[in-house]
């Protein structure tokens, strides 16, 4: 196994020099670099991690509803199909970048090895930041389901903060041992959750369908860009109508924010078991499963209620999640719903415990380049047992609490301000990485002339440049839309300061970058190259097995 800069295609360039970058063919030595347990998982394991950071039964019941009653309202499905093309086009050129460059700190390696390295920290930066606060929101979250259903089901008056303690301490202590274990864990609860989305929706297709028909309308992708306007229903007052507005914006912002999470396969490459053939298959098969599974279950649940009844439920966001709730109720029966609920609250703690890992991980893969001095021996340190990222996992277990307990000490609610606000900052930072990921495929293959063998016309440059764009529209919607995704939390400071952090954690790497190129270049030549460069021995190893 070689623990440096990779020597691919032109021998005259360094593995991923960046554009401006003078050309050598410097190697950086990897002595003392800790990895992380290798051939540990395989695609199923993979899949699992990357999934369950998408969290299908809370990206479904927290998100559609919004679709559906303030954007493209019965057309949310159509959303969900513009939002898997987009995403598959992406993915393809994800996918060619992860068959040559195995790295744990995936968008960070890639934009490195496609870029340069100061974009590279800055990309690494702000993904780092991302997937911190992700999983404080999710904290948030779960606690708000978790209090919700003690109180109603067990008559048990738990305040949230307990909950969220729980579930802290949990993911430090299962990102201490193999990641095997955190597998097996998500995979319980991953399944359950598919298989009662799933139940929910086939009971709707297996009756012959809702009150006002199929709907085939609401899988038109064109009509995922029609804002609602729609005479329908009222909930309040029963017997009457209103009208109903929204914006295709948020219909379509929301649906690709349910995806947030899926492009963490590759950070677990060096892990997985032949991570060449491994990781690119686990990215499609994530990107597309989830957007099959995303327009199945969002359909089947406008049709169980009926596209104009579920823009009036949706509009009434006290009982919002009813979209799903309904049809179970009718067709399977109340245990059906309280289930659901049940897995409202494990759903959302295996979406939060997936980020943990995805956060420990890029904590460890900045800190095993010792950046500065001494961080390859605590956060880039891997377990000699377990094979784990224990230091970056406690330190990211420790940053989570602080958030936690301040939004508690400063009485702020954990779902509408908690989980929110730390979702929309993470999430503000991932789509500009997915972009910048994006424009590296196409520099690292077609400008930097990378492993010619593996560039094309469609899958490394027009896929990817089109995904880029993509990205950016993207995340002009969620500037557009933000005040409206941070509802009553959107006079909050943290939501002021939203964009400001991004930024700051952006130009911190950039600067960092920068001053090491010439005050410490032999610091600045190892930023994002320490990959995985041993394919054929991973490979023996594997076939040995």
Avoid at 318 to 330: K, R
Avoid at 436 to 463: C, D, G, Q
Wanted: net charge neutral.
């Amino acid at each position: 196994m070689t623990d440096s800069i990779a020597q691919h295609g032109d021998p005259n360039r360094t593995s991923g020099q960046g554009i401006g970058e003078a050309s050598t063919n410097t190697r950086v030595s990897g002595d003392g670099v800790q990895r992380l347990r290798r051939n540990a998982v395989g695609l199923p394991g993979v899949l699992f991690m990357a999934v369950a950071t998408a969290a299908p039964i809370t990206a479904m019941v927290g998100n559609v509803p919004i679709a559906v009653g303030f954007g493209n309202g019965a057309n949310a499905p159509a959303g969900y199909i513009v939002a898997t093309i987009v995403l598959g086009l992406f993915a393809l050129g994800y996918s060619a970048m992860a068959k040559h460059i195995t790295a744990t700190g995936a968008f960070y390696g890639y934009v490195s090895h496609g870029l340069g390295r100061i974009v590279g920290l800055a990309a690494g930066s702000m993904t780092t930041m991302a997937y911190v606060v992700f999983e404080a929101s999710l904290v948030g979250i779960f606690s708000f389901f978790a209090h919700n259903f003690f109180s109603q089901h067990l008559s048990m008056n738990i305040s949230w903060i307990w909950f969220a303690l729980f579930m802290l301490i949990v993911n430090a202590a299962l990102t201490y041992f193999d990641i095997n274990l955190t597998v097996k864990v998500l995979g319980i609860f991953l399944i359950t959750e598919i298989f009662m989305l799933s139940l929910m929706a086939f009971s709707v297709i297996f009756t012959g369908g809702g009150p006002q028909g199929w709907s085939p309308g609401s899988l038109n992708p064109i009509n995922a860009f029609h804002n609602l306007h729609e005479v329908v229903p009222s909930v309040l007052h029963p017997g009457k109508t209103v009208v109903a507005t929204g914006a295709a914006g948020i219909g379509l912002f929301f649906a690709f924010w349910s995806w947030v999470g899926f492009e963490s396969t590759a950070m677990y490459g060096e892990e997985s078991r032949n991570p060449k053939k491994v990781i690119p298959l686990a990215i499609m098969v994530a990107v597309i499963g989830i957007g099959l599974f995303y327009v199945f279950i969002s359909w089947s649940a406008i049709v169980g209620v009926g596209p104009g009844n579920a823009v009036a439920i949706a509009q009434d966001t006290n009982n919002a999640g009813n979209i799903f709730f309904q049809p179970m109720q009718e067709h399977i029966g109340t245990w059906a719903v309280t289930l659901f609920e049940f897995l409202l609250m494990t759903g959302s703690y295996a979406c939060g415990m997936a980020f943990h890992n995805c956060s420990a991980r890029y904590i460890y893969a900045i800190g095993r380049e010792d950046l500065i001095p001494g961080l390859r021996k605590t956060l880039g340190a891997a377990h000699k047992v377990h094979g784990s990222p224990y230091v970056a996992g406690f330190v990211q277990s420790a940053i989570a609490t602080i958030i936690v307990l301040w939004f508690y000490f400063t009485n702020r609610d954990p779902y509408a301000e908690l989980y929110t606000l730390m979702a929309i900052l993470g999430t503000m930072a991932i789509l500009i990485v997915q972009a910048l990921t994006s424009f590296s495929v196409i520099s690292y293959f077609h400008i930097l002339k990378m492993h010619p063998e593996s560039a094309n016309w469609f899958r490394t440059f027009l896929a990817p440049l089109l995904g880029g764009i993509g990205m950016i529209y993207v995340s002009w919607l969620l500037i557009q839309n933000r005040s409206f995704a941070a509802g009553t939390a959107s006079k909050d400071i943290v939501f002021t300061a939203t964009p400001w952090i991004v930024i700051a954690f952006g130009v911190a790497g950039l600067v960092y970058a920068i001053a090491s190129r010439y005050l410490a270049p032999e610091r600045y030549e190892i930023i994002g190259r320490v990959v995985l460069d041993d394919t054929h021995e991973r490979e023996e190893e594997t076939q040995d097995q």
